[in-house]
């Protein structure tokens, strides 16, 4: 007896060169526009779900799939699809990473002509009948600076084509390394350097807590009035209120947006701006990558429901009970480890230094350097990280990962280190699990014990130890109305090098931040949100 097919629902338009790949080893049915709740109905009788970005698959829909195997976005992004659901249900998800890289590249370099030229205004003048050449007056893009944030896929593949273009490159990924970025033809800078350089700048970097409304009033008030900016890359990375009136005020030449905070967008203060373009959402919308991303999927499904392993899992494969049982917390500290260690460290990234200490390290720690490596990469691309493919990733920046196991540990069962070394030195953060919590016990040379919790703002100083110090920064906290829930010193000796950690319930303001920076004995002065 044959065995019996699986079945495969795809609700959102993909190209027929995935389809017919699947119909030659599945069945398929292609219902595309549900609702929610008519998805929830049917999902039970399907092996797999293959969206875009129009189907939001939901909590609700994963747990409707008590079938279902894996669940394939045709594209890049992973937004739409409630990871942590499918994962916590046993199903693989997949994307196709690669498969638009090119197209929304090619988009990025189309908006940054149009801008120059002013092409789609010119274009709607001369269907008015109205002859107005001299209104239009454009710029060379030769010579000009272009600043690209986010030097991943696509914004490596701008920079190439850009250079064609005879274009100064500059650029901010501090995960990617100095060499890496040179053979791109991009030298590296720092956020305010960049703007204040740019003739034109670019945004190739995913939508999180730590990039939303990167870029704003206060940098909109750094850069040259004859900026043009792009977003090819997600909505909700530009503060759509500032950019309309820098705009306004002559201090942003124009925009080009493809990209929106909520899709489909079809009111926005954007549209009544004659100096910003808007195209709806078509940085993929090419057949070549439409055949690329259907085909990827595709290929992964039929090879996943054969046993073999998926090339673009975004969640992480099959990890035995016990191991997941004795690794999950360290996971989850992994990740908070990386957030701190990436917003304290300064400079480019050369070398990330893992280290397991105690009883994890007596387990298969891949896991853990997944989470290492996707944690650091959070906040400056879209590339998912999973066992499979951590080192790849870290290979294509140029960073090296080492690991280090130590079956002892001096103060805990267990402890995770992870050091990153840039051009500018090196910076340490160590974790452990007590009383099932994740505590941060090391910062560089100092040891303390703070237990991060959600919601809560931490400001780290390096300051000398003296008498009066701390008296100082509660006073201007005070000042600022900022409630300190707990205090961490570490010192190196007495009157010695010391670093002073704040938990409080609000964020202190820069002002505040500046005046505790001009205490005397201060040295550095850092607000991180965990």
């Known amino acids: 007896m044959a065995d019996k097919k699986k079945k495969v629902l795809i609700t959102d338009p993909i190209s027929e060169e995935g389809i017919d790949i699947l119909l030659k080893n599945t069945q398929v049915d292609i219902k595309d526009g549900l609702k929610p709740e008519e998805i929830i109905a049917i999902i039970g009788n399907y092996d797999a779900l293959i969206v875009r970005s129009q189907t939001n698959v939901t909590a609700a829909i994963i747990e409707a799939g008590k079938n279902l195997q894996v669940i394939a976005r045709a594209g890049v992004g992973i937004d739409n699809v409630d990871v942590e659901a499918a994962t916590r249900c046993g199903i693989v998800v997949i994307n196709a990473p690669t498969g638009n890289t090119v197209s929304a590249a090619e988009h990025a370099i189309a908006l940054i002509l149009a801008l120059a030229r002013n092409i789609p205004q010119a274009n709607a003048s001369l269907k008015s009948c109205v002859w107005k050449r001299n209104e239009f007056m454009g710029t060379e893009l030769r010579g000009k600076t272009l600043g690209i944030i986010g030097l991943g896929n696509v914004g490596s593949e701008v920079a190439k084509r850009a250079q064609a273009f005879e274009m100064r490159l500059i650029g901010i990924d501090p995960l990617v390394s100095v060499d890496y970025a040179q053979k791109l033809g991009v030298t590296l800078v720092d956020m305010k350097q960049l703007l204040k350089e740019s003739d034109f700048i670019t945004l190739h970097i995913p939508f999180n807590s730590q990039t939303k409304g990167l870029i704003g009033a206060k940098e909109l008030a750094m850069v040259k009035p004859n900026v043009r900016i792009v977003n090819c890359a997600r909505g909700g990375l530009i503060d759509d209120n500032a950019l309309v009136k820098a705009i306004h005020e002559k201090k942003v030449a124009g925009a080009a947006i493809d990209v929106f905070e909520k899709e489909p967008c079809t009111e926005s203060i954007l549209f009544g701006e004659p100096n910003i373009i808007v195209t709806p959402h078509l940085g993929a919308s090419t057949t070549e990558a439409q055949v690329l991303a259907a085909r990827d999927v595709a290929e992964q499904i039929v090879d996943i429901f054969k046993g073999l392993p998926a090339r673009a899992a975004i969640n992480v494969p099959y990890i035995p009970s016990e191991t997941l049982t004795a690794l999950a917390p360290y996971m989850k500290l992994a990740t908070i480890l990386c957030k701190l260690v990436y917003k304290l460290a300064e400079g480019q990234s050369k070398t990330i230094r893992i280290k397991y200490n105690g009883d994890i390290a007596n387990y298969d720690t891949n896991a853990l350097k997944a989470s290492v490596i996707g944690g650091l990469l959070e906040g400056a691309s879209e590339e998912r990280v999973n066992i499979v493919n951590c080192n790849v990733i870290a290979a294509k920046r140029g960073l090296t990962i080492i690991e280090e196991k130590e079956a002892t540990c001096a103060n805990y069962a267990s402890l995770l280190t992870v ?112």
């Open 419 to 530: 050091e990153i070394i840039t051009t500018k030195g090196s910076w340490t953060v160590a974790g452990t699990i007590m009383h099932n919590d994740s505590h941060i016990v090391r910062i560089n040379d100092y040891w303390l014990d703070i237990v991060p919790t959600p919601g809560s703002y931490f400001l780290f100083s390096d300051h000398r130890d003296r008498p009066g110090l701390i008296g100082a920064v509660g006073k201007i906290t005070g000042d600022a109305n900022v409630n300190i829930s707990s205090m961490h010193l570490g010192r190196l000796k007495q009157r010695g090098q010391a670093m002073l950690v704040l938990s409080m319930d609000e964020p202190l303001t820069e002002k505040a931040q500046q005046e505790i920076l001009a205490i005397p004995d201060v040295f550095s002065v850092k607000l991180v949100a965990l």
